[in-house]
């Protein structure tokens, strides 16, 4: 961890770090493989692996090599432009005193607000929030939000803590980022991620409106609230739902048909799961939904399978019941989680943590294609090594895209105050009437009340939001796919230079003042 006077840890201290400041990382090696995976993951690299951070930046440097956009600018779109490192006391309920870490790393405000979800975990540090930070940059370029990257964290286990004490660590954060310019609806917007929900956005979003009171923008300061709060709907399932879309679509190039063998179907796809948290449930129940069998999922404390699919929503309901796969009676319980992810399927799905599949283990893996649902699940190494071996994998960047692009339509719903679809919906409606009634006059038929109410039925807000977010994945995907063709280059190297273009193209056009 970087120690120096800029962040020291002092009780109330706050600093807005350089770019530069952040050069020294320790990179210990973490223990057995194994370990890694079946526990909560640690931020130091695996042995012979580079750190979360600078995986990033080989990634980067990849897709940098295929993009025609100029060496200063490169660096500059490499570079983060600030960091916020917090630390604060709280009062616990037995009376003593606890100082919190926190940080928030504004990677790139070529285009402002910058957005970046908020997670709470005992493994946050510096570089795992500047590597997700630079994550999100690339991301929203990709799929065209038009936002700049950012991450938050605070270095905290929540399950440790009762509501009353989460909710204090959660609003005094908060408090930080006011009065460090950190949030805002024309700054920074934060979301949910990893260890918060819709809860914890609920108490970002008073805590902020209680110091800008004046700011009839102040619900879109945060996104990921609840609907009663400003949230949007199908939100909470549009992660899962855009890596859904993802899978769909480039199961239906050919290219990938020819490479995988798999028919371009998502009907008796054989997929196993990493995860079953937001990302892995949803991600599993649109694929079930749609005809895949979900074989196996992996899980920290355990995994479970059943080679003729499992019944998503009972294995939910179970573990919801026992926080455990144990003891599911529609499946056969695997203690050893790490070997599910090398079980013959289609289809591997990481959608838990960073660098679960790696140089130890990406020779084992038997899948036919893997979709990053996760950050960075996959490193360098490992990446390389599916390649070689002819397995495609389809990005984080690209495939996880789902949450930021819905959060984009709720920051619009918070700045036009209006629900999607309140303005329209009775107008669609009465226009198909009436030309369903004149259809029906020509036909000389009627239909029945329930295939009328299909037909006409105007969008409602999720409608319009499912809607969006599938052209989003449709277009940033045919666009990942055109450049991976044209370069003859793999899909993630394809998206980082298509947001690399994307990024320089509006700093450069901009003239980015100051710099000469």
């Known amino acids: ?67 025609s956009v100029r060496p200063e600018t490169l660096e500059h779109i490499k570079r983060t432009d600030g960091i916020l490192s917090v630390t604060f006391p709280i009062e616990m309920p037995d009376g003593s005193v606890e100082i919190i870490q926190g940080y928030r790393a504004q990677h790139s405000r070529h285009r402002t607000p910058v957005k970046g979800g908020i997670r709470y975990s005992a493994d946050v540090d510096l570089q795992e929030v500047e590597a997700l930070a630079s994550l999100m940059t690339f991301k929203n370029a990709v799929v065209d939000v038009p936002f700049g990257g950012a991450k938050g964290g605070i270095k905290i286990d929540p399950k440790k803590y009762d509501e009353r004490t989460l909710e204090r660590i959660t609003r005094r954060f908060t408090l930080e980022l006011c009065q460090k310019n ?90 196993v799961i990493q995860g079953f948290g937001n990302v892995g449930y949803w991600a599993a129940r649109f694929l079930s939904t749609n005809g895949a069998k979900i074989i196996g999922i992996a899980e920290y404390n355990g995994g479970v399978y059943n080679d003729d699919g499992l019944d998503i929503e009972a294995l939910l309901a179970h573990r919801q019941a026992t926080k455990t796969f144990d003891g599911f009676a529609g499946g056969v319980f695997v203690q050893d989680s790490v070997s599910l992810l090398e079980k013959e399927c289609d289809l591997l799905i990481p959608a838990a943590l960073e660098q679960q599949i790696h140089v130890h283990n990406a020779p084992n893996i038997k899948a036919k294609l893997v979709a990053e649902a996760a950050n960075g699940p996959v490193t360098p190494a490992a990446h390389d090594i599916l390649i070689k071996r002819g397995i495609p994998v389809l990005p984080d960047l690209l495939l996880n895209a789902g949450g930021v ?36 006059d020509v036909a000389g038929r009627q239909l029945s009340p329930i295939e009328r109410r299909q ?44 947001a690399i273009s994307k990024i320089a193209i509006t700093y450069e056009g901009s003239g980015m003042i100051f710099m000469k």
């Open 405 to 440: 692009t819905v959060s984009y339509f709720e920051w619009l719903k918070n700045l036009s105050h209006v629900r999607f679809g309140r303005m329209n919906k009775r107008w669609d409606e009465q226009g198909k009437t009436k030309l369903l009634d004149l259809v029906e």
């Open 182 to 271: 950190f949030i805002g609806p024309g700054i920074d917007v934060p979301a949910p991620d990893m260890g918060t929900s819709g809860r914890e956005m609920s108490w970002i979003f008073d805590t902020y409106r209680q110091f800008h009171p004046n700011d009839v923008n102040a619900a879109a300061c945060v996104t990921g609230k609840p609907i009663p709060q400003g949230g949007v709907r199908g939100r909470n399932e549009a992660t899962g739902l855009g890596v859904y879309y993802g899978v769909r679509e480039f199961l239906g190039y050919e290219e990938i048909q020819k490479q995988t063998g798999l028919n371009g179907k998502i009907k008796d796809l054989r997929v």
């Open 455 to 498: 037909v006409v039925h105007g969008a409602e807000e999720h409608d319009l939001v499912y809607s969006g977010l599938e052209d989003t994945m449709i277009v940033a995907c045919g666009e990942t796919r055109a450049t991976a063709l044209r370069k003859g280059i793999d899909h993630r190297t394809a998206a980082i230079s298509n």
């Open 1 to 67: 961890m970087l120690r120096s006077s800029a962040i020291a840890a002092r009780a109330g201290a706050a600093s807005l770090l350089p770019r530069a400041a952040t050069a020294a990382r320790a990179t210990s090696a973490c223990g057995a493989t194994a370990q890694l995976l079946s526990a909560r993951r640690s931020n130091h690299s695996l042995k012979g692996e580079p750190n979360f951070l600078q995986s990033v930046e080989i990634f980067f440097a990849r897709g940098a090599k295929h993009s």
